[in-house]
C-alpha cells in the first residue's frame, strides 16, 4: 500500500523514460550547485511540516565513486556511442577480479545501423559490457546499469555541467545530457559490484554484472541479448535493475509489484488525399480532415474498447500537413505512440488504430493511408511479484520500512523488460531509488510546485544521497536472492 506521508503528494507520473515517455514538466524549484542541500549524514533531518515525514540518515559513499558521478555526468555520451563510458565500467569490474567481456553487441549494432540509415557513422558500436564472478555453488544474479545520454543541452548550472556536443548514431549533431539518471545508476552498480565482493562470505552463486548501450532508444537490451548474452554466459536465475526517480525523495526506494512500466509502441499514419485550391475544397480531397476525425476516433480505443480495469494510451503526439493557408495538400502525417501492459491489449490498440484509420479514409472517400508499426517497440517492464517481495523484504530491512514503499505501475518504458522475455522467463525486478533532496522535496511539496522531470534540462539528482542507498538497497537485494 502507497504510504501518503512519503510519496503520493507528488504525481506518480513516473519519470522514467525512455525512457519512452517522461513527464515533462518545468520547475520553478532551483537547482543548487551540488545537486543536494541536505546533509549525507548526521541526525536525520525533519523536514517542514508540509513535508510529511523524517529524512533517512544515509552513510556517504566513497569518495572515489562521487568523483566518478561527476566525471560521468560531464562527459555524457550518446546510445551506441559509449566508447569511453564502457571501458571505465569493464576496467572497474577486472580490478575487482570479474571475468570481462566487453564490445557485446557490435555485429547487431552494425547490422542495424546499415539497415536504418545506411552507413554505420564514426565511433558506433556495440558497447555492451559483461562481468562474471563465480563464488561457489548457487544461483546466478543479474544486475544491470544503462550507459547512455540524451541529446539535451544541460541547464543545471553545475560546476560539473556537461558541455559535450556530439552526433547520435543517426548523425544528428545535439548537445549531451545525463538527464535520465544513467550516471547516478552507473556508480550505483558500480558501488554494488564492489560490496558484494568484499561480502563474498555472505553470499555463494554467479553474479553477472553488465553495463548495457542505448537504453535511451530502446535497443539496447535486444543488441546484448541478440549478441549472446543469455548463451555465452551463464543464464540468470534472476534479473535485478534500479532507475532513479525524480518524484521520490532520496534515501528511499520506491517499487511496483506486477505490472511496472508499459508496452512503448509508435505508429506512423500518412494519410493521402488530393490537393487543390482552399477556395474550391470541393474539388479536393482534404487529408487535414480525414486526418482531424482519425485523430477523434482514436480516443474510443480507450474510452470504448480497453477493458476499465485495463490501462492503455492512444496519444497523436504529431500531426503535419500543408505550408499555406490557401492550400489544401496531397497528403497528412500522424506520429501516434501507443501505451499498453498486457500483450492482448496492445494488439487490440494496434489493429484497431489500422482499422479507425482506413475507415475513417474511405469514409471520406480517400485512398487507403498507410498505417506503419515500428518493429523496434519498447516491451512492457513485469516484476516477478515473489522476486519483488522478496527484494523489498530485505531492502527494508536495511532502509527501514518507512523508506520502502509501493507505488502504482506507469506508463513509461524501459527496455530492461527484453531480459525477462526470452524462452528463459527469467524473474524480474526494476525498482526506483529516490533521487529529490528531501529539503527539495518538502519545498515542492508545501508550494505545490513541479520538480525537475528525467529528460529535463534542469535535472540535477542528489547524487550523494541517491547513489548510497541504491547500493545498500541492490545489495541487500541480490544477497537475499543469492541465498534464497
Known sequence: MLRPALIS???????????GGANEAASKVKNDTSGSNTSVTGEAAV???????????????DTDLLELYRKLHSAPELSFKEAETSNILAQ?????????????????????????????????GGYGVVGVLRNGDGPTVLIRTDMDALPVPEQTGLPYASTVRAETWTGVESPVMHACGHDVHMTAWLGTARTLVARKSEWKGTLIMIAQPAEEIGLGARAMLEDGLFSRFPTPDYNLALHVAADVPSGSVAYASGWAMA?????????????GHGAYPQTTVDPILVGAHIVT????????????????????????????????????????????????????????????????????????????VESDYTPATYNDPAMTAEAMSAIRKVLGDAY?????????????????????????????????????????????????SLHSSTFAPDYERSIPTGIEAMSSAAIALFND
Open 92 to 124: 572497474e569490474l577486472q580490478a575487482l577480479g570479474f571475468e570481462v567481456t566487453t564490445g557485446l553487441g557490435e555485429a547487431w549494432v552494425t547490422e542495424k545501423a546499415m539497415h536504418d540509415i545506411g552507413e554505420v557513422k564514426p565511433g558506433v
Open 9 to 19: 503528494a507528488l504525481a506518480l507520473t513516473t519519470v522514467l523514460a525512455g525512457c
Open 297 to 372: 476516433a482514436l480516443q474510443s480505443l480507450v474510452s470504448r474498447n480497453t477493458n476499465p480495469l485495463d490501462s492503455a494510451v492512444v496519444t497523436v503526439g504529431s500531426f503535419k500537413a500543408g505550408a499555406k493557408h490557401n492550400i489544401i495538400p496531397d497528403e497528412a502525417t500522424l506520429l501516434v505512440t501507443v501505451r499498453s501492459y498486457d500483450d492482448a491489449t496492445r494488439k487490440m490498440l494496434l489493429d484497431g488504430i489500422e482499422r479507425i484509420a482506413k475507415g475513417q479514409a474511405e469514409a471520406f472517400g480517400a485512398p487507403e493511408p498507410d498505417v506503419t
Open 263 to 275: 508496452n512503448v509502441d509508435s505508429v506512423d499514419i500518412t494519410v493521402h488525399g488530393k490537393g
Open 404 to 452: 520502502v514503499d509501493e507505488r502504482k505501475p506507469v506508463m513509461g518504458g524501459e527496455d530492461f523488460s527484453n531480459y525477462a522475455r526470452t524462452d528463459a522467463k527469467i524473474p524480474s525486478l526494476l525498482f526506483w531509488v529516490g533521487g529529490v533532496a528531501p529539503q527539495k522535496y518538502a519545498e515542492a511539496k508545501a508550494s505545490g510546485e513541479s520538480l525537475p
Open 47 to 61: 523536514l517542514p511540516a508540509a513535508a510529511g515525514f523524517t529524512a533517512r540518515e544515509v552513510a556517504p559513499a
